[in-house]
C-alpha cells in the first residue's frame, strides 16, 4: 500500500533568520563557501584551566588533519575528498562540500602549545588546550594585622 502525503506550501518555506543566515553563508563574507570550498563548524568554550574547541570534520581520519598553534592562533587544515561521482547518476543536487579548508580561532590569551591534547571520535575533532599559568585565576590569601 502506498502511503500519500498532502504537500504543504508553507514547509517549504524558511524564516526570515535563516533566509539571512543564507544569504552571509552565500556572501562575499565568506569567501571560502563560495568557491566551494569547506569550513567546518566549531564550538570555542572555556574552562578554569582550560580553552575546549570541538570542530565539525565528519569522514576525516587523524591523518587527514593538521592542527598548529602559533602566537595563540590556532589553525586548523585538512580535506575532505569527494568521492568520484558515478557516470550512471544524474544529481539534482549536491550538499555536502567538499574540498581543502583552513580554520583560524585567536585564542584570546596565553597558552601551553605543547600540552595540547588532541582526539578525533565520530566527526568530532576535540582539543583542551591548558591555559597557561599566568592566565589562571589566583586566589590571593590575606593576612590579619596585628596590632
Not at 16 to 29: G, H, I, K, P
Not at 30 to 56: C, H, K, M, N
Given at each position: 500500500m502506498t502511503n500519500l502525503t498532502r504537500w504543504d506550501p508553507f514547509q517549504e518555506m524558511m524564516?526570515?533568520?535563516?533566509?539571512?543566515?543564507?544569504?552571509?553563508?552565500?556572501s562575499f563574507v565568506r569567501p571560502d563557501l563560495a568557491?566551494?570550498?569547506?569550513?567546518?563548524?566549531?564550538?570555542?568554550?572555556?574552562?578554569e584551566d582550560a580553552y575546549l574547541v570541538e570542530a565539525?570534520?565528519?569522514g576525516l581520519k587523524p591523518e587527514d588533519l593538521e592542527v598548529?598553534?602559533?602566537n595563540n592562533l590556532l589553525t586548523i587544515?585538512?580535506?575532505i575528498k569527494q568521492e568520484s561521482?558515478?557516470?550512471?547518476?544524474?544529481?539534482?543536487?549536491?550538499e555536502r562540500r567538499y574540498g581543502a579548508f583552513q580554520r583560524?580561532?585567536?585564542?584570546?590569551?596565553?597558552?601551553?602549545?605543547?600540552?595540547?591534547?588532541?582526539t578525533l571520535n565520530n566527526g568530532v575533532l576535540r582539543l583542551e588546550i591548558p591555559k597557561a599559568e599566568?592566565?589562571?585565576?589566583?586566589?590571593?590569601?590575606?593576612?590579619?594585622?596585628?596590632?
Amino acid at each position: 500500500m502506498t502511503n500519500l502525503t498532502r504537500w504543504d506550501p508553507f514547509q517549504e518555506m524558511m524564516t526570515l533568520r535563516e533566509a539571512m543566515n543564507q544569504l552571509f553563508e552565500e556572501s562575499f563574507v565568506r569567501p571560502d563557501l563560495a568557491r566551494g570550498g569547506f569550513v567546518p563548524a566549531l564550538d570555542l568554550s572555556e574552562t578554569e584551566d582550560a580553552y575546549l574547541v570541538e570542530a565539525a570534520v565528519p569522514g576525516l581520519k587523524p591523518e587527514d588533519l593538521e592542527v598548529t598553534v602559533e602566537n595563540n592562533l590556532l589553525t586548523i587544515k585538512g580535506e575532505i575528498k569527494q568521492e568520484s561521482q558515478e557516470t550512471k547518476r544524474n544529481y539534482h543536487r549536491i550538499e555536502r562540500r567538499y574540498g581543502a579548508f583552513q580554520r583560524q580561532v585567536a585564542l584570546p590569551r596565553s597558552v601551553k602549545a605543547d600540552a595540547i591534547k588532541a582526539t578525533l571520535n565520530n566527526g568530532v575533532l576535540r582539543l583542551e588546550i591548558p591555559k597557561a599559568e599566568e592566565v589562571k585565576p589566583r586566589r590571593i590569601l590575606i593576612n590579619p594585622t596585628t596590632n
